[in-house]
Nanobody, 115 residues
Framework: QADLVESGGGVVQPGDSLRLACTIR???????KGWYRQAPGKERELVASWKGARRSANYSDSVQGRFTISTDKSKNTMFLQMDSLKPEDTAVYSC?????????WGQGTQVTVSS
């Protein structure tokens, strides 16, 4: 059994920061893959992908320079640091990981950016 548990969402003002966390609770190995978001009425968007072997990340153009992905292997947790938040960043953010052959998803955490 595997669970990806997200935390850290909330309501903030434009220009504020938030840090999301995704913790894996599993009896087998799951590799972190990244963070997606989905805003109401829009398709799901990959905002940050993680390549664990290289410890490198790629970002969508919409968040490049503002969001940073990182991991803490000792805590089996992946983070998404979000700075200079904009109203258009409002969405449900979900983390994803990959098992041997199947992807796993968290339940999502709401981020709302509003003045």
């Amino acid at each position: 059994q595997a669970d990806l548990v997200e935390s850290g969402g909330g309501v903030v003002q434009p220009g504020d920061s938030l840090r999301l966390a995704c913790t894996i609770r599993s009896t087998f190995t799951i590799a972190f893959k990244g963070w997606y978001r989905q805003a109401p009425g829009k398709e799901r968007e990959l905002v940050a992908s993680w390549k664990g072997a290289r410890r490198s990340a790629n970002y969508s153009d919409s968040v490049q320079g503002r969001f940073t992905i990182s991991t803490d292997k000792s805590k089996n947790t992946m983070f998404l640091q979000m700075d200079s938040l904009k109203p258009e960043d409002t969405a449900v953010y979900s983390c994803t990981g990959m098992g041997t052959s199947l992807p796993y998803w968290g339940q999502g955490t709401q981020v709302t950016v509003s003045s």
